[in-house]
């Protein structure tokens, strides 16, 4: 059993040092992500529906074949392959969707209920239905615009949390061969501003490069909407997933430990 001990440093080290022999392993299974993440771009807007669900099961045959490989399982050809750990990884993406959805709902229930009681408070005789009644009560400074106005970056904090508390779910999935969601949310106890912190590091470099990108972009007009893209996708699925993968392994090992039980269920 290891320490549990989780350093930034080391954990961003662990993302960049596995991002090389993850793309060499897996890279089929990256390029054939980007591609249809890249499609899913093309298709009319009254597709959205079927362009997430592409997008998702992009994201599980990604996250299969990175995971497969750091735990020493079959990674099929280049990485392409669907099986259980795929089918069990949709389903973790599915309960966390829809745990963050209920936590969300919730949230935006408390928050309308903040900004309804200082819109109340600041103007006597409110209209809910106003949109000009709404700006012009919390536009009145004093205590209660600032808590207004708190409130929803405190639920946005809310959300981010809970995300990374779950983060582990994944790896813990595959190497135990069930799905895992709750059983691995104590994984990260005590540890989540430190995987946050690596995400973003570790973030940085694509978020610099897409901003730079949106930006040519809006010089250059739509005609660079295709490349744009491709670029991001590209910057997704063969930068950002396999260091991510590589990080949250990293930290799944320190926290998790060989001599760890594995038996927990969802």
Known sequence: MTDGSVAIGATVRA???????????????LLAAVVLSVLTRALPSGLSGLALLVEIVAIALVSGALYRRAFGKPAGLAGLRWGLDEWRLLGV????????FVVATVLILVVGAIALGVARANAPGFDATSSQAWRDALA?????????????LLGLAVLIW??????????????QSGVRVLSAYPLTRGVTLQVLAAGLLLAAPVAVLVAISSLLGRWAGPGLDGVLAALGAILGYGYLAPAWAAALVHVYRRRHGPDASSSQEV
């Not at 993302?15 to 090389?20: F, H, M, W």
């Not at 993406?93 to 963050?100: G, T």
């Open 15 to 29: 993302g960049v040092s596995g991002l090389g022999p993850s793309v060499r392993a897996c890279w089929g299974a």
């Open 93 to 100: 993406q599915a309960l966390i969707a829809v745990f963050l």
């Open 140 to 152: 009145v400074s004093g205590p209660g615009a600032i808590v207004a106005g708190a409130a929803p």
């Open 162 to 175: 809970l995300a990374m508390r779950l983060s582990l779910a994944g790896p813990a999935t595959v190497d």
